[in-house]
């Protein structure tokens, strides 16, 4: 079976989360498009929620889709967010960012009573770091912030880290967040300490966020071949 059915089968299982009256945080990227796509097929059959979501392409399909929003300000509690992730190691602990919403990923996540994951059996790993960690910075000095970054990265136990700005498709421009932010991705290998490298990139001026998720993930749903793995901590 393909990434794209496991992907399928993992965000139809996380509809079993949401509960009418719930308000969602709405993830980004390709499994969550799914999810809000199945999202809108139930509030078309009655189901009352309303979505937060953490970036302007998931706006724009929710929107389309006829699931109803609101504006983040205007919430006062987040039930559940469904996103999906990059990687996800046996600790629950994320790579997140691959396609440019980490930032406000985290805000919506952080904020949530809940967070489920939903991703194909490919985003498991046993240590992170194969996937590029994303770093979300400043335009301003980014050259200064991404010596720093390789810095921290070293600091925290990575042996070669290899630091290059994101740009937009193929050309020379910078990739620019929905936020107005530059990103940095960090080919690590691998990361030996999570932990340590959080420490140590949060003490960067001009680091705004980075695409480590650590204790936020507490439900992980996996698309299998023939169904889902479900796991919680």
Not at 82 to 110: N, T
Not at 155 to 164: I, Q
């Given at each position: 079976?393909?990434?794209?059915?496991?992907?399928?089968?993992?965000?139809?299982?996380?509809?079993?989360?949401?509960?009418?009256?719930?308000?969602?945080?709405?993830?980004?990227?390709?499994?969550?498009?799914?999810?809000?796509?199945?999202?809108?097929?139930?509030?078309?059959?009655?189901?009352?929620?309303?979505?937060?979501?953490?970036?302007?392409?998931?706006?724009?399909?929710?929107?389309?889709?006829?699931?109803?929003?609101?504006?983040?300000?205007?919430?006062?509690?987040?039930?559940?967010?469904?996103?999906?992730?990059?990687?996800?190691?046996?600790?629950?602990?994320?790579?997140?960012?691959?396609?440019?919403?980490?930032?406000?990923?985290?805000?919506?996540?952080?904020?949530?009573?809940?967070?489920?994951?939903?991703?194909?059996?490919?985003?498991?790993?046993?240590?992170?770091?194969?996937?590029?960690?994303?770093?979300?910075?400043?335009?301003?000095?980014?050259?200064?912030?991404?010596?720093?970054?390789?810095?921290?990265?070293?600091?925290?136990?990575?042996?070669?880290?290899?630091?290059?700005?994101?740009?937009q498709g193929d050309g020379?421009?910078?990739?620019?967040?929905?936020?107005?932010?530059?990103?940095?991705?960090?080919?690590?290998?691998?990361?030996?300490?999570?932990?340590?490298a959080d420490r140590h990139?949060?003490?960067?001026?001009?680091?705004?966020?980075?695409?480590?998720?650590?204790?936020?993930?507490?439900?992980?749903?996996?698309?299998?071949?023939?169904?889902?793995?479900?796991?919680?901590?």
């Open positions: 079976m393909s990434a794209a059915a496991q992907k399928a089968r993992a965000a139809a299982a996380a509809l079993d989360y949401v509960e009418t009256g719930m308000t969602l945080g709405l993830g980004s990227g390709s499994t969550a498009e799914i999810f809000v796509r199945l999202l809108g097929q139930r509030v078309k059959q009655g189901l009352a929620v309303r979505g937060i979501p953490t970036s302007q392409a998931t706006a724009d399909l929710a929107a389309a889709e006829g699931v109803p929003l609101m504006p983040v300000e205007q919430a006062d509690r987040i039930h559940l967010t469904i996103d999906g992730a990059d990687e996800v190691d046996g600790r629950f602990r994320l790579i997140k960012g691959g396609g440019g919403c980490l930032l406000r990923e985290k805000i919506i996540a952080h904020a949530s009573d809940r967070m489920v994951v939903v991703v194909d059996e490919t985003k498991l790993v046993g240590r992170l770091g194969a996937f590029p960690l994303p770093v979300e910075v400043d335009p301003f000095g980014f050259t200064i912030t991404a010596k720093k970054v390789f810095d921290a990265l070293r600091a925290a136990g990575v042996k070669r880290p290899d630091v290059t700005l994101r740009r020379p421009a910078p990739f620019v967040t929905d936020g107005g932010h530059y990103i940095l991705d960090c080919a690590c290998g691998e990361l030996p300490d999570p932990e340590a990139l949060k003490a960067i001026p001009g680091m705004v966020e980075h695409g480590l998720f650590l204790g936020l993930a507490r439900t992980v749903i996996v698309g299998e071949d023939h169904g889902v793995k479900v796991m919680e901590l």
